[in-house]
């Protein structure tokens, strides 16, 4: 059995190497992206947000589809006031982009400092086991994150998301290049 499954990851692997080629295009089309997001903070953020809205308005409508299969009448209550409310919220982001980056804005700073302080909670209940500073040292950047996101609302709303996704797109692009160089490399190893 062991056997089989090495074999077809070297087969994948395999794979893999041959298209090395598609990885690095995708790092490069990535980094792209994520500089142009950098270059247009506003726009990525006013797109994050409607992205977003578009999710919350489909999972409310799931939500609600979800409410209407229910028997229990407290069940179908609780899920449909669940549902109409995402719908509301996601049709507000998208009517109003710029309110909804506010919210949002808000609501990340929010999680950053909560996400924050619970990690520091947690390493202050564990600090004697080795290498829980690296929790605490995630905790305190966490919470200053989250800090200087809040102080610096809502003046900072429509840069704040546009920053988060440019960085995210310029460190997958990173990510997917590097893959894709070592899969080249390794595939010029292999070759006969």
């Known amino acids: 059995m062991n056997g089989d499954k090495a074999k077809a990851l070297a087969h994948v692997l395999q794979q893999l190497r ?3 080629g598609w990885f690095v ?3 490069v089309v990535l980094l792209l992206l994520g500089g142009l997001a950098m270059i247009y903070v506003i726009a990525a ?3 994050s947000v409607v992205f977003i809205a578009m999710l919350m308005i489909i999972g409310g409508a799931a939500q609600l589809v979800h409410a209407w299969g229910l028997k229990p009448w407290q069940a179908f209550v609780w899920w449909s006031v669940v549902g109409v409310l995402y719908v509301l919220a996601g049709v507000f982001a998208l009517a109003n982009p710029v309110a909804g980056a506010a919210v949002l804005t808000l609501l990340l ?3 950053l400092i909560a996400m924050g302080a619970l990690r520091l909670w947690i390493w202050y209940q564990n600090r004697a086991q080795q290498g ?3 929790l605490a040292l995630s905790g305190v950047l966490s919470l200053l994150t989250g800090l200087l996101i809040a102080m610096g609302w809502p ?3 429509l840069v704040i998301l546009g920053v988060l ?3 995210d797109l310029i460190f997958q692009g990173w990510g997917m290049l590097a893959l894709g160089l070592a899969l ?3 595939h010029q190893s292999h070759q006969p």
Do not use: C, Y
């Open 132 to 134: 829980w500073r690296w």
């Open 25 to 27: 295009g995708l790092g």
């Open 155 to 157: 003046e900072n709303s």
């Open 45 to 47: 953020t006013l797109a």
């Open 18 to 20: 041959a298209r090395w």
């Open 184 to 186: 080249k490399r390794s």
């Open 165 to 167: 996704l440019a960085i």
């Open 109 to 111: 700073g929010g999680a």
